[in-house]
């Protein structure tokens, strides 16, 4: 992978140093082109060091026989990313104008181009700012970011630039993988079932788990739909997020998905629900005879179940998760056949393993065969290695079927 990295003025600068070692970590090619402005921020050597090449700034040594010209240097890469990138050069991009080595890169590539705004936060919410970002969406440049936070002067606001990984994620998806083309759609996350306006039943998941498989899926380039009950865990960059609260409200949102080619079914939706959610909050003295409320619980739609039954529209592969406390690859085994789905992830939450709300996992893959069910133990991984890994495995799948 090649990348014409721009580095434009701006304190984000700094950032971008760790981009470049991000870069460099996943076998990127980068050439850095740093501006004036971003001159002031970082230095040129350190730029270079790490990039381990030339730091290009000057648009007239270019046109040295020495050098590579700026044609090439515009076309010789797979991807151009601009970060941090200023209302300054977004407005100059917007527009056409070329008036140094890195405008005039960006005017003369024909390969796709990353933009990581990075500015204060009342810069950014300026209409001229917006027109900008609207008419350089309408041309095809992708974003990520700003991000929300602390900015330069100490105010929060929107305006950061977006971390490093998310840029790297967001490159990463930019440029394509072995899931392009690929619609996935994910559950993560606990469900809460409303008791009354104040009180819900829930269960432990913290999220983790479905929303690395969300982020994963995005970084090999598919389009991915995430589906997520209340969870502290950050929207994964790159990916549609779609918050609810209760099991009706998940499957709601995964059937507006559909069609999709793969559904991940991570989230700890809650068996049952209040068959009756009071309006108004349950007092304590104010019942009838005064004794505790009893709860009457209904059953939750198993939206699994649902997507593996699905007739016309039934996701190529479907892919569930077992949480169980005993007998883990039995019972998992049977959850196979009793939800319809060609995968199950079995995993151990017994209390000791801290796997649920930890950040790693003990996973059994059981795919459904033509005879019994093939049963294949992963090693104990973070989220996020599992998560890569099932990424993977899914575009394996998917490719050799296509
Ligand atoms: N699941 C779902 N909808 C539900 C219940 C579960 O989509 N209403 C999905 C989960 O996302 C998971 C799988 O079904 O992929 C198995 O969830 P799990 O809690 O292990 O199983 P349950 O069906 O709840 O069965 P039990 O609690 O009896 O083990």
């Known amino acids: ?58 648009l007239f040594s270019l046109t040295d026989e020495s050098e590579i010209g700026h044609i090439r240097l515009a076309r010789e890469t797979d991807l151009v990313v601009v970060a941090p990138a200023t209302a300054d050069i977004l407005a100059k991009m917007a527009n056409g104008i070329a008036d140094d080595l890195a405008t005039t890169a960006l005017l003369a590539t024909d390969r796709p181009i990353l933009v ?17 970002m609207e008419l350089l969406k309408a041309n095809g440049v ?4 700003p ?16 971390e490093p990984a998310d840029i790297l994620a967001a490159i990463e998806a930019a440029l394509g993988g072995p899931l392009t083309g690929v619609r996935a759609l994910v559950t ?40 997520s009950g209340p969870s502290n865990e950050a929207d994964p960059p790159g990916v549609e997020t779609v918050h609810v609260e209760t099991a009706r409200d998940m499957l709601d949102a995964c059937l507006q998905a559909l069609p999709v080619d793969v559904a991940i079914c991570a989230a700890a939706v809650s068996d049952w629900r209040p068959a009756e959610a009071e309006t108004q909050k349950i007092k304590k003295g104010r019942r009838t005879n005064a ?15 649902t997507l ?54 003990k996973v059994h893959l ?3 065969t033509a005879d019994a069910p093939r049963i294949e133990e992963w090693p104990e991984a973070s989220k996020v290695e599992v998560a890569a890994r099932l990424a993977e495995r899914i575009a394996e799948t998917l490719g050799s079927a296509a």
């Open 1 to 58: 992978m090649r990348v014409l990295l721009i580095i434009s003025g701006g304190i984000a600068a700094y950032k971008s140093l760790e981009l470049i070692r991000g870069l460099r970590r996943h076998g990127a090619q980068v050439r850095p082109i740093l501006t004036k402005g971003g001159a002031q921020f970082v230095t040129p050597l350190s730029v270079s060091a790490l990039a381990q090449e030339k730091v290009y700034d000057d």
């Open 116 to 132: 990581a705004p990075a500015m204060n936060s009342r810069m950014w919410a300026q209409a001229s700012t917006m027109r900008n």
């Open 142 to 145: 992708m974003t990520v970011g």
């Open 147 to 162: 991000a929300h936070g602390e900015l330069a002067e100490g105010e929060i606001g929107i305006g950061r630039m977006a």
């Open 188 to 227: 993560s996350g606990p469900t809460h079932e409303p008791i009354d306006p104040v009180r819900y039943i829930a269960n432990r998941s913290s999220g983790k788990q479905g929303h690395a498989i969300a982020g994963a899926c995005a970084r090999l380039g598919a389009a991915v739909t995430l589906v």
């Open 291 to 305: 004794t505790s409320p009893n709860l009457e619980l209904v059953e939750n739609p198993d939206i699994l179940a």
């Open 308 to 361: 593996g039954a699905r007739e016309n529209d039934r996701p190529r592969l479907v892919i569930g998760f077992a949480a169980e406390t005993d007998d883990v690859v039995a019972y998992a085994a049977a959850k196979l056949a009793s939800k319809g789905c060609d995968w199950i992830l079995a995993n151990d939450v017994s209390p000791h393993t801290g796997t649920f709300g930890g950040d790693d996992n």
């Open 366 to 368: 059981i795919s459904r």
